[in-house]
């Protein structure tokens, strides 16, 4: 046992967004991503996924309890007009489709983002892997891109997202126009799992605090689906959102 102190990667991205997101901040980043493959391909192998919490792999089943999370917790009460529930289910079953596409036999930390990775004597420390699972690749890395009060610059983003790739093609083999497409997809799962934990926490259970990270999530989902999604998919869940933001402002 160690005590890893206070300073999380939040704590110091924070500090450094006085000035900007400069390059010691995207020095650490580079860091976690750097170390995210010895998770999920060198360490993923070794694991017995029997023994995991709540789901063993993120497959059909986990998907359908995060949408429901999201439903339930968040949008149920944020959206203040009507919701067309067929027209919501049929995208939301149309984005479970698309991420059940890549491969899920790496392990999946699950909650990989800047609150859960430390900083002591210039190090990294990584905490919070409890609801790790079997799973694919990408889910981790939409996870800390796409923290919401971490704020990440979209240009940032999308350097990250080639380096991580870069890394991972030291692992295993990689087809990167197919990793840069379906990314998307899991940031918008990911982002849709936290709003709903969003939701549960700060509605449900009373932490307000959490109810601060809903308006980044509504900006980062807003611009994902109208820059990074084609229009011909998802438009209804993309009027919701619209909607939302709306509401929001």
């Not at 999201?70 to 049929?90: P, S, T, V, W």
Request: net charge negative; charged share 30%; with cysteine.
């Amino acid at each position: 046992m160690e005590d890893l102190g206070d300073t999380t990667l939040l704590v110091k991205i924070k500090e450094g967004q006085n000035r900007h997101f400069g390059e010691k901040e995207i020095d650490l980043y580079k860091r976690a991503l750097s170390l995210l493959p010895e998770f999920q391909i060198k360490a993923g192998p070794q694991i017995n996924y029997n023994l995991c919490y709540q789901f063993d792999e993120f497959g059909g089943d986990n998907i359908d309890y995060d949408i429901n999370y999201f439903k339930e917790r968040f949008l149920l009460n944020f959206h203040r007009g009507e919701i067309d529930f067929d027209l919501l289910n049929e995208d939301l079953a149309y984005l479970k489709t698309r991420v059940l596409e890549m491969p899920r036999e790496y392990f999946l930390y699950r909650d990989f983002q800047s609150r859960n990775i430390m900083i002591k004597g210039n190090e990294l420390y990584f905490i919070d892997f409890q609801s790790g699972r079997r799973g694919p690749l990408l889910y981790d890395l939409a996870s800390l891109l796409y923290d919401a009060k971490a704020k990440v610059p979209q240009e940032i983003r999308e350097s990250l997202i080639e380096y991580y790739i870069n890394v991972l093609s030291d692992y295993v083999a990689v087809d990167a126009k197919e990793l840069k497409y379906y990314f998307w997809y899991y940031a918008i799962i990911r982002i849709l799992q936290a709003m709903g934990a969003y939701g549960f926490l700060g509605i449900v259970k009373g932490k307000r605090k959490f109810l601060e990270s809903v308006p980044y999530a509504l900006v980062n989902i807003n611009y994902i689906l109208n820059e990074k999604i084609s229009g011909t998919e998802l438009n209804y869940l993309r009027k919701i959102f619209e909607q939302l933001l709306n509401e929001k402002a």
